[in-house]
C-alpha cells in the first residue's frame, strides 16, 4: 500500500457524471480548491449507497469549506446514471449532487493503490490541498464503511493549520485549543486537558 500523504495527488482524466449529466474532468479541474475524493467498491451494493448518502448530507458543509467532494468506482457512468435514478427505497442513492467518477478498468483506483486483486476499489479517501498534494489518507476494507464525520474533522484541522501555524492534537475538533510546535505549548496543553 502507497501512502501519498506529502506526495502529489495522481493525476487523472474521466467521465464523472453529476446529477444525471455527464462531464469529463480531471483532477487539474480542481486546482485552488480542497478536494475529499473518495473510492467505493461498487453501483448497487450495500455499504456503498450508505456513505454516499451520508457525504451527500454533509455536502453543503464541505462546501462552506472551500471543499468538493468526488466519489469514484469501477462502474461504467451508465451504470452511476442509473443508480443515481434509483430511489433510496429500492437501495438507491438518488439525490447524490457531487459527482462519480467511472474508472472502468479500475485504472485511478490502480494509481491511488486502492485497487484489490479482484478489480475493484477499497474504501479509500484522500483529502488533496489546493495546492494537489495529498494531506490525509485512509483506507477501509470492504465492508467497514468509513466516518463522513472524520473526514469533514480533518479538513477542519488541515486549514486550521494553514491559517493559524499551530498543530491539532488528538482528536482535536473545530473551535477547541490547538498547540504550537514546542514543548511548553504540549505541557500547557497536557496539564490543562488532564485538569
Known amino acids: 500500500m502507497s501512502v501519498l500523504v506529502g506526495k502529489k495527488a495522481p ?20 486546482k485552488g480548491q480542497y478536494l475529499i475524493l473518495f473510492f467505493y467498491p461498487l ?16 455536502l453543503e458543509e ?9 466519489a469514484c468506482s469501477v462502474d461504467s457512468h451508465f451504470t452511476h446514471k442509473a443508480w443515481l435514478e434509483t430511489p433510496k427505497s429500492k437501495g438507491g442513492i438518488q439525490g447524490v449532487e457531487y459527482g462519480l467518477i467511472s474508472d472502468i478498468g479500475g485504472k485511478i483506483a490502480k494509481e491511488y493503490d486502492v485497487l484489490n486483486d479482484e478489480g475493484i476499489a477499497y474504501r479509500g479517501l484522500f483529502l488533496i490541498d489546493k495546492e494537489g498534494i495529498v494531506r490525509h489518507q485512509v483506507v477501509n476494507d470492504l465492508p467497514l464503511g ?11 484541522a488541515l486549514q486550521h493549520t494553514e491559517q493559524n501555524g499551530e498543530v491539532c492534537p488528538a482528536d482535536w475538533n473545530k473551535n477547541e485549543p490547538a498547540i504550537t510546535a514546542t514543548q511548553e505549548s504540549v505541557a500547557i496543553y497536557l496539564l490543562e486537558r488532564r485538569a
Open 146 to 156: 468509513r466516518s463522513v464525520n472524520e473526514a469533514l474533522r480533518m479538513l477542519e
Open 43 to 58: 453501483d448497487f451494493t450495500f455499504v456503498c449507497p450508505t456513505e454516499l448518502h451520508a457525504f451527500q448530507e454533509k
Open 11 to 30: 493525476s487523472f482524466k474521466a467521465t464523472a457524471v453529476f446529477s444525471g449529466e455527464f462531464k469529463q474532468i480531471s483532477l487539474e479541474d480542481y
Open 62 to 70: 464541505f462546501t462552506q469549506l472551500g471543499a468538493c467532494v468526488l
